[in-house]
């Protein structure tokens, strides 16, 4: 049972670059959300997505895309990578109702230069 | 909105017990979350109060006030792996399923 997974875990980018994160679940999972956590910022949501076909934006979506093709996958992509992007990244699901717990990824650590 | 306020930092002595305070404002209740975060990890799901009292669970517990907007997370008996960062965080109101979190309480666990 893997559960959720993410990849890579942790990269070093140029600034410009594109770069898509990936995320993965295999717990079927309707709903998933993608965060970046900054010391003292806490845990931020970037974009959601409650069902395969939908999206929407969290806090922090500039700079960011999601798409949601199917139930399993989550990718989230930067157009082009700016150092304020430099965090780590939590990709999350959890079941449908909103007293469910969310359970998360094991992280990617992002770096743009 | 969701407003979530937590200590930023917690010492404790292996042994003891310590509380973790949250206090929260938000137009619609639809209860709170606790989670626990080792550095370097993902956040791992502790515990879910969504009505008034003292909900138990091993060493761990979790009390919430409704009418104060007021949780705490109350750990006894500590151990060195406690030291962790605790969040907190609730249901965004209208917001489907989405979750606020706190900034979260960084716990040191000493000998």
């Known amino acids: 049972i893997a559960g959720i997974t993410q990849a890579p875990t942790s990269q070093i980018l140029a600034a410009g670059r594109r770069m898509t994160l990936r995320c993965t679940q295999d717990?079927?999972?309707?709903?998933m959300y993608w965060y970046r956590q900054d010391l003292g910022l806490g845990l931020r949501l970037i974009h959601y997505?409650?069902?395969?076909?939908?999206?929407g934006k969290g806090e922090v979506p500039d700079g960011y895309s999601v798409s949601r093709a199917n139930t399993d996958d989550f990718p989230l992509t930067l157009a082009s990578a700016v150092p304020s992007q430099t965090s780590v990244y939590f990709c999350?699901?959890?079941?449908?109702?909103?007293?469910?717990?969310?359970?998360f990824g094991p992280g990617t650590r992002l770096t743009v230069l | 909105g969701q407003n979530i306020d937590q200590p930023t930092e917690m010492t404790a002595t292996e042994g003891a017990i310590v509380q973790i305070n949250c206090t929260y404002q938000?137009?619609?209740?639809?209860?709170l979350f606790w989670y626990q975060q080792h550095a370097g990890e993902a956040p791992t799901f502790l515990s879910y109060?969504?009505?008034?009292g003292l909900e138990e669970k091993g060493r761990f517990s979790s009390f919430l006030s409704r009418s104060k907007g007021y949780s705490y997370l109350l750990l006894k008996e500590l151990q060195m792996k406690d030291s962790a960062s605790y969040l907190c965080?609730?249901?965004?109101?209208?917001?489907?399923?989405?979750?606020?979190f706190g900034t979260g309480t960084q716990l040191k666990v000493e000998l």
């Open positions: 997505s409650n069902t395969a076909g939908t999206t």
């Open positions: 965080a609730v249901p965004v109101t209208g917001g489907g399923n989405k979750l606020t």
């Open positions: 717990m079927r999972h309707n709903a």
């Open positions: 938000t137009s619609g209740f639809n209860g």
């Open positions: 999350a699901s959890k079941p449908d109702t909103s007293t469910d717990t969310q359970y």
């Open positions: 109060n969504v009505l008034d």
